[in-house]
Each structure stands twice: as C-alpha cells, then as structure tokens.
DNA sequence: CTCGATGCAAAAGATTTGCACCCGA
DNA sequence: TCGGGTGCAAATCTTTTGCATCGAG
C-alpha cells in the first residue's frame, strides 16, 4: 500500500469529518491543495477496495464513509439535509424474509426522509403565515 | 390524465411483464413501435408521479416496477433482478430514534440487496470454476 | 530504477431540457 | 381549439478511461 500524498489528505478529510461525503465534497474540501478528481474517484475505489471505506448511493450520487463501525443510516432532513445517524436494525427485521426466501443479502440501503425539529417548526409557522 | 399512445404502450409493458424494467429495457420492448427515450424517462416519471410506478436504483440506473398495493419494499436479486417483497417494519425500529431526535417523518427508503437462491448457487459454481 | 499513482482531456452512460410541432379531450 | 405530450438534438452530471509523466519504495 503506498501512502502518497494524495491518499493521505482524502483519508484526512473523512478522520476529521466523520461523514458521508462524495468525490465532489472532497474535491471541494481540498481547495489549498487540488487533487484532481479522477484520481479522487481512483482513490475512494482504492480505499474501498481495502474496506476502509463504505459506500453508499443517494440519487445517483455515490457517498462513502469511514468504515469505524457498522454501517451508517440517515434520517435526512429535506429542508437543511441535516443527517441524523440511526441504529440498523435491518437485519433482525429482514431475519424471517430470508429465511422464507433464502435469499443471499449483500447490501441494503435506508434512507429516513423528513423534517428535524428546528425545519418543522419553521415549516409550520410558513404554512401559517400562507393560509 | 392523458392517457396517450405512448403511456398505454409503456403501462402495457409493465402489465405483461411484472419486473424491474429500466427505461432502456422499455425502449428494446418496443422494437416495433418506437417511443423516444426522452419519452419513456418522462412517461415513467409521469407514473411514478402518479404513484402508478414504483422505482428503484440499482447501479446508477433507475429501474421502475408496476405499484400493486401501498406500501412495499423489495429484496431485489442483483443478478435476475427477481423483486420478493418484504413486511415494512421501519416505524417500529425509527421509534426511539424519532423520540430522541424529535424527527418529523414524511417518507423512507428501503430496498434490500443480494442474490436469490437460484443465483447464489450460480454464482458459487462460477467462483468455483474461476479458482 | 520500476511500476503504480496522478493530471489532463476526452469519453461514456444515464438522464434532462429547450424547442417546435403534434394530438387527445 | 389548446395545453399537455412528443421527438430530436443538445446539454448535464457523475464517473471512467487512455495516455504521458511523475514519484514512492
């Protein structure tokens, strides 16, 4: 494994900001010092290759995420996209469907859409304030 | 609602064929009868908005299936593509997690991946066969 | 020194959009 | 008739790839 410089500010970013973020968000983050994005996608692919990355896709858009843990889900907040993590507990849910289906699973994907507490309020009050 | 040469052409497909279908795959069906591909992605979006079609995104590509019944959610097989259906749990595992956050709700997402029986099997011969 | 890593530009592939024309209700 | 539906071409957007050059081990 070869720790170029390259490698070593993507790992940087996803150790100091524990989150989903795509090969955009990174390009973005790494203003001072440019990577260019092929090799951003080269690189995420090599780490998650090397299961120190996660992936996950959102509206065609691949995210990744340092592998510390589990897996990550989201309650998303459409108005300001806070991310709010939740515990998965797919598989105890899916435990009798596999067994009936014997079906293999690979992956899932979960995504909780909504309002957080501050957007609701403001979502109320703007309703009231338009009828 | 315009029910046009077009869409009853597409619903058709659907009716016919109770799978995943992706817009590319409704366009080879229509060999004889062509509708542009523009088309077909407004007219599966038209559906889907309709809450006539159900969609769901394998690979980057976005794959459409008919909406029998309210709520559903798939273990979708990413080798044939077979679709078996599973009970949504997701409001009793989000329980405590919208307590805590005090999260308002409005949809979700839920699709399960991996290979159905008849694929595993397949697939473990070919790792087989390979090494 | 060598081979994998990188930058750059261009390609690929799914999906969307602008616009003029067409057709179903 | 008229506003939504359609075809065509071009644009968009994310991701991939070819190729010459660079640099870590």
């Known amino acids: 494994m070869r720790l170029t410089h390259s490698r070593k500010l993507v790992l940087d970013i996803f150790q100091n900001d524990n989150a ?3 090969a955009e968000d990174i390009n ?3 203003s001072g010092e440019a990577i260019d994005l092929s090799t951003i996608y080269r690189t995420l692919e090599y780490f998650t290759n090397k299961d120190i990355l996660g992936k996950s896709t959102i509206d065609k858009v691949t995210y990744y995420y340092l ?3 589990d897996h990550h889900h ?3 907040c459409t108005d300001c996209l806070v991310r709010l993590p939740i515990e998965c507990e797919i598989d105890k849910m899916l435990h009798k469907n ?3 289906y014997k079906f293999k699973v690979t992956s899932h994907d979960l ?3 909504g309002y957080c507490t501050d957007c609701a309020k403001n979502h109320k009050e703007h309703r009231k304030s338009h009828g």
Chains 1, 2 share one sequence.
């Open 20 to 22: 989903l973020l795509c």
């Open 28 to 30: 973005k983050k790494l």
């Open 67 to 69: 592998k510390e843990g």
């Open 74 to 76: 989201y309650m998303i």
């Open 98 to 100: 596999i067994k009936q």
């Open 111 to 113: 995504t909780i859409y």
